[in-house]
């Protein structure tokens, strides 16, 4: 638990945040259930209803020795972003030892197509998240997912990469154990795929 | 089978809270569920719906939530198990049934859910309904994970049939929506036939009947403070001279606050699960081994107040408080929990550095789906009344209007108030009002507004949303579906006879997304509107998202900008789709370019603007 030695001395805390759709539940699920399967305690936390029409979807996983499904301001000692405007509206809930992992595919807001402010530039978001954090991996994620065959496995790809950081004291056969648990036969290749993309990326 | 139906004793799963509300109430023989669907309780009804025929449940999507807690009582009046799951405020519109359904009691047990939303993640309010408990004067269970929600309803069960009495429990938010472990038991068999004895001196509540049981309540409570005192759900942990008093999941941050502040061996945790009645003597005994007591709550004093009587009644002269420390509006976080033990403990903490977020970043608020078709029906209203007309609207994904461009909210307090409400600023303005309901929030509480503007011959314009499923809450079936898994079907209650029923002589149905048709029969309705009586407009076009993932219809065209738009640009921006991009042309003036993986293929912006066309989509 390389990260959260720094931190605190209880467990690891994951902050996810996403766009409705991007699938950001189901890889909080993962980690949730790949450190239940590795014998450690974890708890999930998110949140449905309003999040769902196209605006931002938070969730949370913490891991280890702390009780608390959610992560407050300064607390995420590992940040996973599927968007990266998102990844900066979420620089306050991490802390100067705060790894993240961050898609690169932006996906403008509606308020921007309509005219009402600008979407920061990519290159200018990084370089604030790099600058604040500990550790960043950008990877274009929607493109690696294509490559292992859909997008919409952009998701696995990201968590390939958080695995791949060994932040979370999860051991790759497990990782591999869970997605085969998670996901239905058909669709298993396709995201195991992914996931390995992500993981070859993710190695800070 | 159903994946909650699954799994023997002692096998851990990674359950929502609300699944282990569901997996308990199974384990406790619960043969009858009903609901109204509402954030964050939805899962429980909907899992039930799920599973329900494969175990003869009868699980109920009620009318609404006072319905839900009758029809539910009677099941339980009849010795079969029953459960009720509620948002926070369903409980409001349930509490006329669950005050004296506290008097009469059940035979078998039933537990009632509501789901507290501190913070008001989907929300109108942020009430603390663990007042009802006491209101009531029903004993009060409040779990702080899926494994605590799980094995209170286990037992709220069991104290609900030794008390004949309903059992409340108290969620929040964040064990409603939490993952966690959970440990399985067994799922015995249970029927849902049931047996009933007349007793009408006991079950029909004249105030004769009514004056008696209230005295039994009054015993069955007595007792119950008997049993609080020694729940396993009220627990001490630690010891030392400082002492903190909590319950829910705010005991969950007081652990990891406590624990991350290094101070774990000078503080005593007193975590209450068991919260109505409140156990006194407990926190009497507590009290009288601390110097100074802190009480960490979401919300309300609820505990801070019981803190203070029972130190009161046990003669403790420390130190107490609460909400001076602990914010009342919100809900709490680890962080905000150590900033307050900090303070009244006096301990040193340095709170680490926050990193600014920007703040010129664009928004992502929610907004309605491109091609929904409430944006169609709110674009002609606005076309034909104006800024001057005032919009009341009520509760579901039409409550979005609110955003520009559309802006086409102008008063909420709750479900069903868009009539109602309307129905009292005609009589007192001098200004058209054009009230909006959706088909479901209508069969919910709409009714009877309506009714009652009728019978007041209110000047008013009701527009019925009817998109055919509850949409916001995740496409929950209602009384007055016409679309289901087998196809277009006769509804079983028809919105148009049941609107005429009510009396409105003036009813005219449309396809909002047939626009020059829809202006057309608003302008002959607002014309009528200059003579007394209520109109009703029943909008008609399915949720998108439902049609295609209920039929499994496929989407067959998107629409392209392939002339110009300028002419129309006024018009399209009023519209505000949010599959527009907005992108300056060669002169620089903005011109519209229609995102094709975002279009819904509702065709409405073509029938603004001759320059958009629509475009096969190829399989």
């Not at chain 1, 309003?50 to 590992?78: F, L, T």
């Not at chain 1, 705060?98 to 690169?104: D, F, I, L, N």
């Not at chain 2, 028809?494 to 009396?503: A, K, Y």
Request: glycine share 10%; net charge neutral; proline share 6%.
């Amino acid at each position: 638990m390389k990260t959260s030695e720094k931190a605190h001395r209880n467990g690891v805390r994951l902050f996810f945040t996403g766009v409705g759709g991007q699938g950001t539940l189901l890889a909080t699920r993962l980690v949730g259930e790949a450190a239940l399967a590795e014998g450690l305690s974890a708890f999930m936390s998110e949140i449905h209803g309003m999040a769902q029409r196209g605006g931002v979807v938070e969730s949370s996983v913490v891991v280890g020795r702390i009780h608390a499904p959610i992560v407050g301001e300064g607390q995420a000692d590992v940040l996973v972003a599927f968007e990266p405007l998102e990844a900066l509206r979420a620089l306050n809930r991490c802390h100067a030892h705060t790894k993240a992992v961050v898609s690169t595919s932006p996906i403008v807001p509606f308020t921007v197509a309509a005219g009402q402010g600008t979407y920061p530039n990519l290159a200018d978001v990084l370089k604030t998240l790099k600058e604040k954090l500990a550790g960043v991996v950008a990877l274009d994620a929607e493109a690696l997912a294509r490559e292992a065959g859909s997008v919409r496995a952009a998701n696995m790809v990201v968590m390939g990469a958080v695995a791949a950081m060994e932040v979370l004291p999860i051991g790759k056969s497990t990782w591999d154990a869970c997605l085969k648990k998670l996901f239905p036969p058909k669709l298993y290749d396709l995201n195991q795929k992914a996931f390995d993309a992500g993981y070859a990326k993710g190695r800070l | 089978m159903h994946e909650l139906l699954t799994g023997t004793r002692g096998e851990k799963r990674f359950l929502l809270g609300n699944e282990a509300i569901i997996r308990a109430a199974l384990e406790s023989g619960v043969r009858f569920v009903a609901a109204y669907p509402g954030t964050p309780s939805s899962e429980i009804i909907d899992g039930f719906a799920a599973l329900g025929p494969e175990i003869g449940a009868e699980v109920e999507y009620s009318v609404n939530e006072k319905v839900s807690v009758e029809t539910a009582c009677a099941a339980a009046q009849c010795g079969v198990r029953s459960l009720c799951s509620m948002k926070h405020v369903g409980l409001n519109v349930a509490a006329d049934a669950f005050m004296t359904l506290a008097y009469v009691g059940v035979k078998a047990g039933m537990v009632i859910v509501c789901a507290d939303d501190p913070s008001l993640h989907s929300s109108q309010n942020e009430q603390d309904n663990r007042y009802y408990a006491k209101m009531a004067g029903v004993p009060m269970l409040e779990p702080a994970t899926p494994q605590e929600a799980k094995d209170m309803v286990r037992a709220g069960y069991e104290l609900s049939e030794r008390y004949g009495i309903p059992v409340l429990l108290r969620t929040t938010t964040r064990v409603n929506h939490c993952r966690g472990p959970v440990s399985l038991g067994e799922i015995p068999q249970a029927s849902l036939k049931g047996s009933f004895t007349k007793d009408p001196m006991n079950l029909v509540v004249v105030p004769m009947v009514g004056r008696k049981l209230h005295l039994k309540l009054l015993e069955k409570l007595s007792a119950l403070q008997e049993e609080v005192e020694r729940s396993p759900f009220n627990t001490v942990e630690g010891t030392g001279p400082w002492g903190i008093v909590a319950s829910g999941v705010s005991a969950l941050y007081v652990q990891d606050a406590v624990d991350e502040l290094g101070i774990a061996d000078r503080v005593g945790i007193l975590k209450l699960g068991m919260t109505h009645p409140v156990p006194e003597r407990l926190i009497g005994d507590f009290l009288s081994r601390m110097d100074a007591v802190l009480v960490v709550e979401e919300l309300e004093p609820y505990l801070e107040e019981a803190v203070r009587v029972s130190a009161q009644k046990c003669g403790f002269r420390g130190r107490i408080a609460g909400k001076e420390f602990v914010p009342r509006a919100f809900e709490l976080d680890t962080v905000k929990v150590k900033e307050a033990l900090s303070r009244f403990f006096g301990v040193s903490y340095e709170p680490p550095e926050i990193f600014a977020v920007p703040e010129d970043l664009p928004a992502r608020p929610p907004n309605l789906c491109p091609g929904c078709p409430h944006r169609a029906t709110f674009f002609s209203v606005r076309e034909v009344f104006g800024e001057e007309a005032v919009y009341p609207t009520d509760i579901g994904c039409y409550t979005l209007g609110l955003l520009p461009p559309l802006r086409m909210a102008d008063f909420l307090i709750c479900m069903g108030s868009s009539v109602s409400t309307a129905g009292g600023f005609s009589r007192v303005l001098d200004r058209p009002v054009v009230a909006f309901i959706g088909d479901s929030t209508f069969f919910h509480s709409g009714i009877t507004g309506l009714i009652n503007a009728v019978s007041h011959d209110r000047k008013l314009l009701l527009v019925l949303l009817d998109n055919g499923t509850t949409a916001m809450t995740g496409h929950q079936p209602h009384p007055g579906v016409w679309l289901s898994r087998d196809g277009k079907q006769p509804p079983k209650v028809e919105l148009e006879t049941l609107v005429r029923g009510c009396g409105v002589q003036n009813v005219a149905v449309v396809n909002p997304l047939q626009v020059k048709k829809t202006q057309q029969v608003l302008q002959e309705m607002k014309a009528a509107m200059k003579d007394r009586g209520v109109s009703v407009l029943i909008s008609r076009s399915p949720c998108p998202l439902f049609e295609r993932r209920v039929l499994g219809t496929k989407q067959k065209v998107v629409f392209q900008v392939v002339g110009d738009c300028r002419p129309c640009r006024d018009d399209l921006a009023r519209l505000g789709c949010t599959a527009f991009v907005w992108t300056p042309d060669d002169a620089g003036e903005a011109c519209v370019r229609i995102n094709e993986v975002l279009c819904g293929g509702c065709s409405v912006c073509a029938q603004l603007c001759d320059g958009i066309k629509p475009k096969k989509l190829t399989a």
